[in-house]
């Protein structure tokens, strides 16, 4: 059965630290996608990044970087020199190959202090 | 930028009554979804809908519920008798094509008293 795990529940960081927002799917299958949301305090769900199964290359886009691991089945994510208004619940989803429903996990809060 | 809107921003009702609410997704998307977030909670996939039919349901989207696309334009999630537990933030969602990033709205909050 599909499953996304976020650990942590809440990290707080101050201003310039870099932190790193931890993803741990399952799946049985062998072509499913990856997906990064950002929920900001004001509620709406802000589409990050999406990545297939076949596609292990990090990326790295401004501040924000992500570790794709298919032998520890994660996605990292990694928020570099982080500022107050990356502050929100980062939330990890999953799609499989026969589905195009994303499974969300839990997602992590961050709050980033000045 | 073209966006997904939602209307309302904020729906309270009393138990038993019916709402619809109504979702305008990006005008080149064919596929359509919603979600919903119980306050604090992850965000729960309800159902998904291509081609004027629906593609997949959860197991929260029972005969309460249904979904319709009247217009081009229009998404529409109906609840037909509101319960308490139907208290939640409602997101509707669109994408291009199937497995494809899913761009949602700002939500619905939805309040069942």
């Known amino acids: 059965a599909q499953k996304v795990t976020q650990a942590q529940t809440e990290i707080s960081v101050v201003e310039k630290e870099d932190v790193t927002l931890d993803c741990v799917y399952e799946t049985r299958d062998t072509t499913y996608y990856l997906f990064w949301y950002k929920q900001p305090p004001s509620g709406e769900l802000v589409f990050l990044i999406r990545?297939?199964?076949?596609?292990?290359q990090n990326e790295i886009s401004g501040r924000y970087s992500w570790n794709f691991q298919k032998s520890t089945s994660s996605f990292n994510f990694t928020i570099t020199a982080s500022q107050v208004v990356d502050s929100a619940v980062y939330f990890c989803?999953?799609?499989?190959?026969?589905?195009?429903?994303?499974?969300f996990g839990t997602g992590t809060r961050l709050q980033v202090f000045p | 930028e073209p966006e997904v809107t939602q209307t309302p921003s904020h729906q309270v009702t009393q138990m038993g009554q019916e709402v619809i609410l109504r979702c305008v997704p990006i005008?080149?998307?064919?596929?359509f979804y919603w979600y919903r977030q119980i306050l604090g909670q992850k965000v729960e996939f309800l159902v998904s809908f291509y081609n004027n039919e629906i593609s997949e349901k959860s197991e929260i989207f029972d005969d309460q519920f249904s979904v319709e696309r009247p217009d081009g334009s229009n998404f529409t999630l109906k609840i037909r008798s509101t319960k308490l537990e139907d208290s939640a933030m409602y997101f509707c969602?669109?994408?291009?094509?199937?497995?494809?990033?899913?761009?949602f709205g700002p939500g619905t909050r939805l309040t069942v008293l």
């Open positions: 990545r297939n199964s076949f596609d292990e």
């Open positions: 005008s080149n998307h064919l596929y």
């Open positions: 989803a999953l799609s499989e190959s026969d589905t195009d429903k994303l499974i």
């Open positions: 969602a669109s994408s291009l094509s199937s497995y494809n990033e899913q761009f």
